[in-house]
């Protein structure tokens, strides 16, 4: 196994995933402690020379469809959504300034206040230039998720891999929490994820990938270091591919 299988990646991090357990068990704000601890395993991961984009969901503030549905107009939830991915990218981009780390916001609207616009170009320079670069806004258009806007940028910027951090610790035929036979699978093509209908991510973000070749690697968040073990190519979580 070499000390690096991916040198430049796309992360992708739901928003609930850093935001503090309700009595419902959904994650909603700013936990920082889960926020630093992603912050140490990308600081790892950047001093081995890997380069990192990032990708943070809104769900911990507000998800379009899940929250507006019925009470507001589909493109105005989601543009409340796409807000609310820029408030965590700025978050988590002072985090990782604090945890020693260079890091860029760019956004796919226009807000120069707070963010730069996002460019292929800019984004590679800095990624280049060891900076680990925050992508926010999704794709700047409503109807589409943030893990489809995670991997259009992931296929922008040439990853070598769009990595996927999930509540869940890798895709199975059902849902896991539901379903006790629920079978758990290490490695699928996507012409299997979309035949069997698997939800790990949204039907367009998997047939974008699939369009361009792009492996893709969905695993837990919540497992020790499961981030720094994906990238020095560990066998954890689920590996789709085109073919293997």
Known sequence: ?????????????????????????????????????????????VNMGVQVGLVIGGGNFWRGVKNGSGKLQR???DAMGMLATVMNAIAVADALEQHGMDARVLTAVEMHKYAEYFTRDTANRYLNEGKVVLFAAGTGNPYFSTDTGAVLRGVEIEADAILMAKNVDAI???DPAKDPNAVKYTKLTYGEVLAKNLRATDITAMALAMDNNMTMVCFGLDEENSIVRVVRGEDIGTTVKNKF
Do not use: P
């Open 172 to 174: 199975y035929s059902a």
């Open 75 to 77: 493109s105005h939830a």
């Open 1 to 45: 196994m070499s000390e690096i299988k991916y040198k430049r990646i796309l992360l992708k991090v739901s928003g609930e995933a850093l935001g503090e357990k309700t009595a419902s068990g959904d994650g909603f704000g700013l936990d920082f402690g889960k926020i630093n601890a992603v912050c140490e395993s990308i600081k790892e991961c």
